[in-house]
């Protein structure tokens, strides 16, 4: 499964910007999609998922806390594509932000798309 992301960008604080996944497959054959994020110095950290959970439809979606709220992610099945819309940016989500894949218990990374926030 190749990935590609794109859509970050810098933005002030407050404001907004979309990230798009683009699979190279079908995403309905895939058990898992979302967004991952690393800042400078700190460990890569889940930001949302997407889970089928075994049936054809994303059955599950996981947010980490400090997004709840304000990200949301969604797909486009006919473009194989995830989105990631993060709005109410603040500086602390400042990171490169890397699309996730699961499939056929493999794991699968984009290049990643840096996204800063200044305040």
């Known amino acids: 499964v190749q990935l590609v992301e794109s859509g970050g960008g810098l933005v002030q604080a407050g404001g907004s910007l979309r990230l798009s996944c683009a699979a190279s497959r079908s995403i309905f054959s895939i058990s898992a999609m979302g967004w991952y994020r690393q800042a400078p110095g700190k460990q890569r950290e889940l930001v949302a998922v997407?889970?089928?959970?075994?049936?054809?439809?994303?059955?599950?979606?996981i947010y980490a806390d400090s997004v709840k709220g304000r990200f949301t992610i969604s797909t486009d099945n006919a473009k194989n594509t995830v989105y990631l819309q993060m709005n109410s940016l603040k500086p602390e989500d400042t990171a490169v932000y890397y699309c996730y894949a699961d499939h056929r218990r493999s794991d699968y990374w984009g290049q990643g798309t840096q996204v800063t926030v200044s305040s």
């Open positions: 997407l889970a089928s959970g075994g049936s054809t439809n994303y059955a599950q979606t």
